[in-house]
């Protein structure tokens, strides 16, 4: 192989989500930089990986980048590995990639396992468009101040929580988003104890307060986007288009109303013929 940095995902769980890839490219690298060294030694002596290990984390990885590149410099590939997951991913390496990036060095991606895009592809919530929220503030102050930055959004909502604070996080959610908006909530998945439902905040927070269990373990929240902004939107389409019918046709009426609002035709062209029904 060629001088290559390599961010290698690893199971969240089960191990046999490991990929035939990422066991050949772990066993062929010259170092391994890996967010805990202690964790991930597990992984490799099950896949019988003797590849040496060098620590990469948060505290250590802005030292690390100078002694790793001149490593992938002198002709030698790494693999970037976190303890669990896709590396980055609320997880160190963002530097590391940066630094290889900026040095002209080839980073591979090597797919896998990753939490957040399991938990969303399970819940049953929209899909089609997200964003990642990571970990919220500890501190339910900065929390609610960070909630309420994105209570409109229309768009899915991923978050990662700790399991001491997943109770007081939910109230905090409940609280901002609304008790009865959809929230899905997945615990330890891929592991034995896996809790994958969906729920309104209400029932999640219920649910929770019932089972200390769900207390416990890598929990992923998945929350449905605002339906306030696209209400009002058809609110506003409503309101234009009944005013355009009284001197138009369906046709023209739709046309004017689809320019004003930004909107393709045939959906103004359909609402229009509903109104007039």
Same mark, same amino acid.
């Given at each position: 192989?060629?001088?290559? @940095?390599?961010?290698?995902?690893?199971?969240i769980?089960?191990?046999d989500?490991?990929?035939?890839?990422?066991?050949?490219?772990?066993?062929?690298?010259?170092?391994?930089?890996?967010?805990?060294?202690?964790?991930?030694? *597990?992984?490799?002596?099950?896949?019988?990986?003797?590849?040496?290990?060098t620590?990469?984390?948060?505290?250590?990885?802005?030292?690390?980048?100078? *002694?790793?590149?001149?490593?992938?410099?002198?002709?030698?590939?790494?693999?970037?590995?976190?303890?669990?997951?896709?590396?980055?991913?609320?997880?160190?390496?963002?530097?590391?990639?940066?630094?290889? *990036?900026?040095?002209?060095?080839?980073?591979?991606?090597v797919?896998?396992?990753?939490?957040?895009?399991?938990? @969303?592809?399970?819940?049953?919530?929209?899909?089609?468009?997200?964003?990642?929220?990571g970990?919220?503030?500890?501190?339910?102050?900065?929390?609610?101040?960070?909630?309420e930055?994105?209570?409109?959004?229309?768009q899915?909502?991923?978050?990662?929580?700790a399991?001491?604070?997943?109770?007081?996080?939910?109230?905090?959610?409940?609280?901002?988003?609304?008790?009865?908006?959809?929230?899905?909530?997945?615990?330890e998945?891929?592991?034995t104890?896996?809790?994958?439902? *969906?729920?309104?905040?209400?029932?999640?927070?219920?649910?929770?307060?019932?089972?200390?269990?769900?207390?416990?373990?890598?929990?992923?929240?998945?929350?449905?986007?605002?339906?306030?902004?696209?209400?009002?939107?058809?609110?506003?389409?409503?309101?234009?288009?009944?005013?355009?019918?009284?001197?138009?046709?369906?046709?023209?009426?739709?046309?004017?109303?689809?320019? @004003?609002?930004?909107?393709?035709?045939?959906?103004?062209?359909?609402?229009a013929?509903?109104?007039t029904?």
């Amino acid at each position: 192989m060629n001088a290559q @940095l390599f961010v290698v995902a690893t199971p969240i769980g089960h191990l046999d989500d490991m990929t035939f890839r990422a066991i050949e490219v772990l066993k062929q690298v010259k170092l391994i930089a890996a967010e805990d060294t202690r964790q991930s030694i *597990q992984l490799l002596k099950h896949f019988n990986i003797s590849t040496p290990l060098t620590a990469c984390h948060d505290h250590n990885e802005s030292h690390k980048i100078e *002694q790793l590149l001149d490593t992938l410099k002198s002709g030698d590939s790494i693999a970037l590995i976190s303890d669990a997951g896709t590396p980055l991913i609320s997880d160190p390496g963002f530097k590391l990639v940066r630094a290889a *990036q900026e040095h002209n060095i080839r980073v591979t991606p090597v797919p896998g396992a990753c939490a957040a895009i399991s938990a @969303l592809s399970a819940v049953g919530l929209p899909s089609d468009r997200f964003s990642f929220e990571g970990f919220l503030p500890s501190r339910s102050s900065q929390r609610l101040s960070q909630l309420e930055q994105l209570k409109d959004e229309t768009q899915t909502l991923i978050f990662y929580e700790a399991p001491h604070r997943i109770l007081e996080c939910v109230k905090d959610m409940a609280q901002v988003f609304g008790s009865d908006r959809k929230v899905g909530f997945a615990r330890e998945i891929t592991k034995t104890f896996e809790t994958i439902k *969906q729920f309104s905040f209400a029932e999640l927070i219920s649910f929770i307060e019932q089972d200390r269990n769900q207390q416990k373990g890598e929990i992923v929240l998945v929350v449905a986007g605002s339906t306030a902004q696209k209400d009002l939107q058809q609110e506003k389409l409503d309101e234009i288009l009944n005013r355009l019918l009284k001197d138009l046709s369906v046709k023209a009426a739709s046309q004017l109303a689809a320019d @004003l609002f930004g909107i393709k035709k045939k959906i103004a062209y359909q609402r229009a013929l509903e109104l007039t029904q």
